[in-house]
C-alpha cells in the first residue's frame, strides 16, 4: 500500500545545515514535494523535484531523489530560527492521482 | 493574485450536527483537493473535485461529502458530527490536478464537543 515515512523529530542549531529525510513506496510517482507549515497556518509548497530527477537545488533548499531506494531528502543550509515549522514530504502517485502526505517533521532551530 | 481561501477559519459544532465547510481556489485553478489533518493522523486525503466532477476520493466514511460549483468554488459537508471529526480541514487549490504546484488554504479549525 501508499506509505510515506519521515522521522517526527529533528532538532539543529542556528547556522547548521539541517536534513530532513523521507521514505515512500510508491514507485510510479511522478512528483515528490516538500511543504512547510508554520503553527496555525496552512502548507507552504517549498519545493518539488519530478520523479526522473536525482537533484534540485532552489536558494538555501537542496533536495536529493534516490530513485533506487525511493528515498527523498531536504537539505536547508544556514537554518534559521524562522525555519522552525513542521515539514511534510509527499508523493503523487500517477495510479491514483492523489497526493500522500507523510506524518511531518517538526524542526526546532536552537539559537 | 488571491490565494487560496477557506471559511469559516474555526467552527465549533455539537455531535450529530453537520457542517459545511468552503474553499474559494486561486482564481483560474480548477481543481481542488481536501485534506484532513489531525495530531493523530496526520494529512488524510478526501476527496478531490475537478470541473464540478468528484475524480478521487479518499477512505472516509459516506458522511463525509462534497461539490464544487462552475466557479470552481468547493463545499465539504459533514453529517452526523462525531468527536473523532475535530480535526483542520484544509483544502488545495491547482490548475489541473495536484501537479507542480498546489497552493493549500489557511485552513477550518472544526472542534467537535
Known amino acids: 500500500g501508499e506509505d510515506v515515512e519521515q522521522s517526527l523529530f529533528l532538532s539543529v542549531r542556528e547556522g547548521d545545515s539541517s536534513v530532513i529525510n523521507c521514505t515512500y513506496t510508491?514507485?510510479?510517482?511522478?512528483?515528490l514535494y516538500w511543504y512547510k507549515q508554520e503553527p496555525g497556518a496552512g502548507l507552504q509548497l517549498l519545493t518539488y523535484?519530478?520523479?526522473?530527477?536525482d537533484m534540485k537545488q532552489d536558494q538555501r533548499l537542496t533536495v536529493l531523489l534516490n530513485k533506487k531506494d525511493k528515498h527523498l531528502s531536504l537539505r536547508i543550509a544556514d537554518t534559521q530560527t524562522g525555519d522552525s515549522a513542521i515539514y511534510f514530504c509527499?508523493?503523487?502517485?500517477?495510479?491514483?492521482?492523489?497526493?500522500?502526505f507523510g506524518p511531518g517533521t517538526s524542526l526546532s532551530v536552537i539559537p | 493574485k488571491a490565494g487560496v481561501t477557506q471559511t469559516p477559519r474555526y467552527l465549533i459544532k455539537t455531535r450529530g450536527q453537520q457542517v459545511t465547510l468552503s474553499c474559494s481556489p486561486i482564481?483560474?485553478?480548477?481543481?481542488v483537493s481536501w485534506y484532513q489533518q489531525t495530531p493523530g493522523q496526520g494529512l488524510q486525503f478526501l476527496f478531490e473535485?475537478?470541473?464540478?466532477?468528484?475524480?478521487n476520493k479518499g477512505n472516509f466514511p459516506g458522511r463525509f461529502s462534497g461539490r464544487q460549483f462552475s466557479n470552481s468554488r468547493s463545499e465539504m459537508n459533514v453529517s452526523t458530527l462525531e468527536l473523532g471529526d475535530s480535526a483542520l480541514y484544509l483544502c488545495?487549490?491547482?490548475?489541473?490536478?495536484?501537479?507542480?504546484?498546489?497552493?493549500f488554504g489557511q485552513g477550518t479549525r472544526l472542534t467537535v464537543v
Open positions: 488545495a487549490s491547482s490548475f489541473q490536478g495536484f501537479d507542480t504546484e498546489a497552493f
Open positions: 510508491d514507485s510510479s510517482s511522478t512528483y
Open positions: 523535484i519530478f520523479s526522473n530527477m
Open positions: 509527499a508523493e503523487k502517485e500517477t495510479s491514483y492521482d492523489k497526493v500522500i
Open positions: 482564481s483560474g485553478h480548477r481543481s
Open positions: 473535485y475537478f470541473s464540478e466532477t468528484q475524480r
